[in-house]
């Protein structure tokens, strides 16, 4: 490609990753201990991090134990149980050092779309530098990425500041003034315990009450740190079992007649935070436990009850100059408003960008409804994964863990396809359309069907969210890679059938891969 000025300004790579944040980071450092070094990275912002770059609020931090969010092949020098926005920032930048991925990142350059070229083999990327062409496209921009913002009349002619909490204003002073927070989710559980010690009256506007289990958040000596960092064993063992916790509370999720008890922890939890028996009904959620993103704080509850804090349980309908007024009509006066609503969830942008075999979208192949195999492959997108993709996540599993097993298998499609006379593989539709019947028959089973209004549900009431078995048995999954439930391209088979996408009525010639191809 050549820009106005003459210049030509098409890069070539042989894997492109799309996000600097933990899943891309990731892509970059595994690839490269697979033997691939020919990636690039592409980063819009000017900073990597991702979701961990961008939300900075007050008391921001991971509601995952430490040991579990890290990466297998870096362990992280934690300070604390439970670690913070800081440390988990500085732990990514620290990572790209040891790991020397840093020349393979290119700040500054946004994805804008891609389109698979079928007489090349490749993928080309429309960004804002040029155009990028790749063999095999990683897209890792996460779920985390886009804030939600409400829409309320009035909110654009609000007097003072107003802002999301994933992109919070440091230059707006909360001290001595009138906040209200709309939202009252896993963002304002953490910025809460902050910002009240400061802010004259806090109001929170909450449509549905949360699940708040304790919160066992405490420094670390450091002597057991350097025990940790220094012996491996050690470390595998403190893993397991803050592993075995986690996987225990992901059995009751997955079979909710084991819930009670846990329910009612939490519920002694409340009980024992929030002595105002009718803040306490308010506070007392009508879902079950699990049914939408699990929390945990033991700050939470009492900053709550303080006497400048009030709760409202009704949604903010509008607004009018300094007054937000919630469904009930009540009006309350603000100087300040913090929108804590969440994320498009289940939205990737770049979808409606994405233009796979015969020049299908894949925002049109969502239309009823993300669909991947494995979390990680979609049919009519040769050579192309998704990191995390649909219904790969749950409400217990760490994400660096969900991460390393796609990884793990995207590497190995990616050696199968570097060790044969082939042009791309694409997995087949028969296969992914099993894996999702049976994945969404396990579904409805589990918890995480059960509240509809979740974020868990996309627009078609689909929950495209959750995985709905054991963390070990995700892992097997994609470690057991199956050349055979792919379509594999040869070189020469594309030129013929560039524009004839993969559908229920016309699937693509599948060749096996040979036999001498590494396992």
Known sequence: M??????DTSYQAEVAVIGAGLSGLAAAVMLRRAGFEDVVVLEKSDQLGGTWRDNTYPGCGCDVPSLLYEYSFAPG??????????????????????????????????????????????????TSAGTYSARAV????????????????????????????ARWDHQADLTGRRVAVIGNAASTVQFLPSIQRHAARVDIFQSTAPWVLPKPDHALPERLRNLLYRRPALRRLARGLQAGT????????????????????????????VPDPELRQHLTPTHRLGARRLLTSDTYYRAISQPHVRLHPTRATRVEGNDIVG??????GADAVILATGFHIGHLPIAAHLHGLGGQRLADTWRDGRHAYLGTSVSGYPNLFLLPGPNILNGTTAVPTVVEAQLRHI???????????????????????????????????TVYTTDHASYYFDGAGLNTFCWPWSTRRLR????????????????????????????????????????????
Do not use: C, K
């Open 327 to 332: 469904g009930d009509g009540r009006r309350i």
């Open 411 to 445: 590497t190995a499609a990616l050696a199968h396809l570097r060790g044969g006379d082939h042009a791309a593989l694409d997995v087949r539709r028969e296969v992914q359309h099993a894996h999702n019947a049976a994945l969404h028959t396990a579904l409805t089973t």
């Open 138 to 165: 990683i897209v890792a921009t996460g779920p985390w990425h886009r804030p939600r913002y409400p829409d309320l009349p009035g909110m654009a002619d609000f007097p003072g500041a107003v802002f999301h909490s």
């Open 77 to 126: 020098p934690w300070r604390r149980t439970f670690a913070s926005q800081p440390e988990i920032l500085a732990y990514l930048r620290s990572t790209v050092a040891e790991h020397r991925i840093e020349q393979m990142i290119r700040y500054g350059v946004e994805v804008r779309g891609g389109r698979w070229d079928a007489r090349s083999g490749h993928w080309h990327l429309d």
């Open 246 to 273: 986690q996987e225990a509370i992901g059995l009751t999720l997955r079979h909710p007649w084991m819930l009670p008890p846990l329910e009612a922890a939490a519920r002694l939890h409340l009980r024992r935070s």
């Open 2 to 7: 050549v820009d106005a000025a003459g210049r």
């Open 476 to 519: 097997r999954s994609l470690a057991a890679f199956d050349p055979a439930a792919y379509t594999w391209y040869p070189r020469a088979a594309f030129p013929a059938q560039r524009d004839a996408p993969a559908t229920a009525q016309t699937e693509p010639q599948l060749r096996r891969p040979p036999s001498h191809l590494p396992e």
